[in-house]
């Protein structure tokens, strides 16, 4: 059964940093290309970034919003999706989802990130 | 960037009733459109994919159709375990974009 469980999120203050994390199990992680989602509090869905497979040169693209701030990573040897988020600003609150594949397959459940002075 | 226009933003239901969702493109994504079901905590589901292919493991009563511009999720009798917020997402074009969500409640 595919799984992928978040974490790393919490309160930073404006212009901090955070690192979350995202674990794949249950499937071979390294065959798919990954992506971040996030919603703000009472507002939809967002794409914010996608990293294709490593042994196509793991490109990453991004959402305009958060190009230059935040960067996407992954480690195939522990089954890992890293997102990087530097600058943080008030409106990157969100609940932010890691998802599986192109097609956005599987999720996991989020994790919370709250930016507040 | 394709704007996709969820309706509506919500509804109340009943056990039994017969739903429909639908969202439209800002322009033509061919079927490249997937239907998903959030409750609140857990991770977000798949129930179609490409408009109207059903997921594994989902239940018949959901259904998909549409292409081009139009799209629709169907459930055709309402569960109490369906009580929870749809939303679609459209593959076509980079960035992808997603409609801002339906929430079914119970009437």
């Known amino acids: 059964e595919v799984h992928l469980e978040e974490s790393g999120g919490g309160l930073v203050r404006p212009g901090g940093s955070l690192r979350l994390s995202c674990v794949g199990s249950?499937?071979?992680?390294?065959?798919?290309?990954m992506n971040w989602v996030r919603q703000a509090p009472g507002k939809g869905l967002q794409w914010v970034a996608s990293?294709?497979?490593?042994?196509?040169?793991?490109?990453?693209y991004y959402e305009d919003s958060v190009r230059g701030r935040f960067t996407i990573s992954r480690d195939d040897a522990t089954n890992s999706l890293f997102l990087q988020m530097n600058s943080l600003r008030v409106e990157d609150t969100a609940v932010y989802y890691c998802?599986?594949?192109?097609?956005?397959?599987?999720w996991g459940r989020g994790t919370p990130v709250i930016v507040s002075s | 960037d394709i704007q996709m226009t969820q309706s509506p933003s919500s509804l109340s239901a009943s056990v039994g009733d017969r739903v429909t969702i639908s969202c439209r493109a800002s322009?033509?994504?061919?079927?490249?459109l997937s239907w998903y079901q959030q409750k609140p905590g857990k991770a977000p589901k798949r129930l179609i994919y490409?408009?109207?292919s059903l997921q594994s493991g989902v239940p018949s009563r959901f259904s998909g159709s549409g292409s081009g511009t139009e799209f629709t999720l169907t459930i055709s009798s309402l569960q109490p375990e369906d009580f929870a917020t749809y939303f679609c997402?459209?593959?076509?074009?980079?960035?992808?974009?997603f409609g801002q969500g339906t929430k079914v409640e119970i009437k």
């Open positions: 997402l459209q593959l076509n074009s980079y960035p992808w974009t």
């Open positions: 998802a599986r594949d192109m097609s956005f397959d599987f």
């Open positions: 322009q033509g994504i061919r079927s490249d």
């Open positions: 249950g499937y071979t992680f390294k065959a798919y290309h």
């Open positions: 490409a408009a109207s």
């Open positions: 990293i294709s497979l490593t042994q196509v040169n793991g490109y990453m």
